[in-house]
């Protein structure tokens, strides 16, 4: 007469992991400049890099990032995940 509470209480479910794909791809078209997207995906150091590109160019550099923010919105999520995620592929 046990309940489902007290069968599954030592059965962890696995914790989806979070996907930030829309978040990046967005914030990659709308500030691609200052690397926002960069620094979402823990990408610190190509952050810091993207901004001091887009300073050095008065916003130029944005081109970079709105090329970033299609690809990242053009990939399926798992692609995504695994490209961005899990290879961590830095720059494109």
Do not use: R
């Not at 979402?40 to 160019?57: A, D, H, M, N, R």
């Not at 995940?81 to 494109?92: A, D, E, I, N, R």
Request: net charge neutral.
């Amino acid at each position: 007469m046990e309940n489902s509470k007290t069968e599954n209480w030592n059965n962890p479910q696995p914790i989806p992991q979070e996907n930030k794909k829309i978040l990046a791809g967005v914030l990659a078209i709308v500030l691609g400049g200052l690397g926002v997207h960069k620094f979402i995906l823990g990408y610190k150091q190509e952050g810091i890099i993207q901004l001091i590109i887009g300073i050095i160019t008065c916003g130029m550099g944005g081109i970079i990032g709105f090329v970033e923010g299609i690809i990242y919105l053009t990939k399926s999520d798992e692609e995504f995940y695994q490209t961005y995620q899990v290879g961590k592929k830095g720059w494109f």
